[in-house]
């Protein structure tokens, strides 16, 4: 049985969340603890501008640009557990009205984000609907029998115009916590409704929980080990969070007291750091090239290396199919949305064909976010969807690069900032007692206007000494390290001394 492991940490004013199955990762997380997720917010809007015609408004909600609001998007929740027959009104709008509305898909390129107008409030088994009369059952119990039961409890619990949607946790959960939960969501409600009262326009209602909480609601219910944070704080954070859980669904929460970074002890560090390439290596030695575009995600996947012991149909066959289990676990790394179109390497057997679209479809069923994927055409793609949903946390860690027209990607310098800050961690650990950084310019102005970055190096390795020699013509993810003891390390006279 798979073993699946939970990392948290949060330092400098960053969180951050993995999820290891084996000791590969499976989903990451990595956010501004200042700015964080904004789906499932709630604000005051205006009501900027009014499309009849498409059912559709633009609204200020003091983001960077207005939201958008739309027929189609009135009731998210409902729509993805097979709520095709519930009506919810699109509301009638005008210019200057003052509304509440709810983020549920995130800013894109030069989109704004969307927004609904019924928000929901998501719990670890029930999502709470307080204006819109459904009561449905995700997806992923299959059980008529349990289904029907669940929406006959739920029903008792929640009044005429309300709804729910029992999430996947619900038949793990006794009928008092159940209770307990739905009574803390409608007050969460009835609190922002009272806050939208005395709010100016823009103002922030209600945000959805931290990210621990976020991923833990969504990921204990899984076959988890163990969970493993940074920080005491953090310790003490999630296992207090365990007491909402049931007990069987509780796990040890690990501090890590290595001297490494844990993420870059656990060997997960890498694995993060191969997301901001878009090439993407299977463990035969084929490999997949993903490139975003405007409308759409593609997807080429190779042989590269693997030439196989059989027929080259079986060669291929086989690469496919690792290929296959591969895209759904980038997809999910990426939170990659909207379409993605897959050319797999041409097979000469129906049968293979058929096969490989049912590998794609098994491998991304396991996936929180609902996928639909089409048949293989005649020339070897196959065609899924994946909705949006949450935020892309490669965001952070990748930029367009402007010296390729906007072409590739270049990190971040505050995720080479994080690498630098694991690489000095794991060179203390090893006795390193001076250290060496070439880096770009750029890179060390900005490690010393993170001054609580380089505090928390300065208590982690007392005996090591780090200097920095900045350097105009590196870019800036560009680094070289020398320790002391190396054959060509030196010092420059007048080095900056970081720690």
């Known amino acids: 049985m798979s073993k699946r492991t939970i990392y948290f940490n949060n330092y400098c004013g960053f969180d951050q969340a993995a999820v290891t199955e084996d000791g590969k990762l499976i989903e990451f997380n990595f956010e501004k603890r200042s700015g964080g997720a904004v789906v499932g917010n709630i604000y005051k809007g205006r009501v900027e501008t009014v499309l009849p015609g498409m059912q559709a408004a633009f609204v200020n909600c003091g983001l960077e640009r207005n939201c958008y609001v739309s027929a189609e998007d009135v009731i998210p929740d409902a729509l993805g557990c097979g709520a095709d027959g519930v009506e919810a009104a699109f509301p009638e709008l005008k210019e200057g009205d003052e509304i509440l509305v709810q983020i549920i898909k995130p800013p894109v390129g030069k989109k704004g984000a969307r927004v609904t107008t019924h928000p929901s409030y998501v719990g670890n088994s029930l999502i709470y609907m307080p204006d819109v009369h459904f009561v449905g059952v995700s997806r992923k119990i299959g059980d008529k029998e349990l289904r029907g039961s669940l929406v006959y409890s739920v029903k008792k619990l929640i009044g005429e115009s ?52 976020r991923v833990m609601r969504d990921v204990l219910a899984a076959d988890i080990e163990k969970i493993v944070v940074g920080t005491e704080a953090l310790r003490q954070a999630v296992t207090g969070l365990m007491d909402l859980f049931p007990a069987e669904s509780r796990r040890p929460v690990i501090l890590h007291e290595g001297k490494r970074d844990m993420l870059e002890e656990a060997g997960i560090s890498q694995q993060i750091d191969e997301l901001c390439s878009p090439k993407v290596g299977l463990d035969n030695g084929g490999y997949l090239v993903i490139e975003k575009t405007e409308a759409l995600t593609v997807i080429d ?86 909705k949006r949903s949450g935020n892309n946390p490669l965001s952070l860690l990748v930029r367009p690069c ?84 190396d054959e060509n390390f030196s010092l420059p006279e007048n080095p900056i001394k970081l720690i």
């Open 301 to 386: 996947v190779n042989t590269g290396s693997f030439t196989g012991d059989d027929s080259l149909e079986q060669t291929v066959y086989y690469t496919n199919v690792l290929a296959a289990r591969e895209i759904a676990r980038q997809v999910r790394l990426r939170n990659i949305g909207g379409i993605v179109i897959v050319d797999f390497i041409d097979m000469q057997k129906s049968a293979h064909s058929k096969a490989i679209v049912q590998e794609l479809e098994r491998a991304l069923a396991a996936d929180k976010v609902k996928c639909q994927v089409s048949p293989m055409s005649r020339l070897g793609l196959v065609e899924f969807t994946r």
């Open 162 to 213: 309300e709804g729910a949607i029992v999430r996947t946790a619900a038949p793990y959960q006794k009928r008092e916590q159940i209770v307990s939960e739905l009574k803390y969501l409608k007050n969460l409600h009835a609190g922002v409704l009272q806050s939208f009262e005395r709010a100016e326009t823009g103002d922030l209602l209600y945000t959805d929980a931290a990210l621990p909480i």
């Open 402 to 485: 402007v010296r390729c027209s906007g072409s590739g990607l270049r990190k971040t310098a505050d995720y080479v900032i994080f690498c630098i800050r694991a690489q000095i961690l794991k060179l203390a650990s090893e006795g390193k007692t001076t250290v060496r950084l070439d880096l770009c310019a750029d890179v060390v102005t900005k490690l010393f206007d993170r001054t609580e970055i380089l505090e928390d190096i300065k208590s982690r390795c007392k005996k090591l000494q780090v200097y920095a020699v900045p350097h105009k013509s590196f870019a800036i993810e560009q680094m070289n390290i020398r320790c002391k003891g």
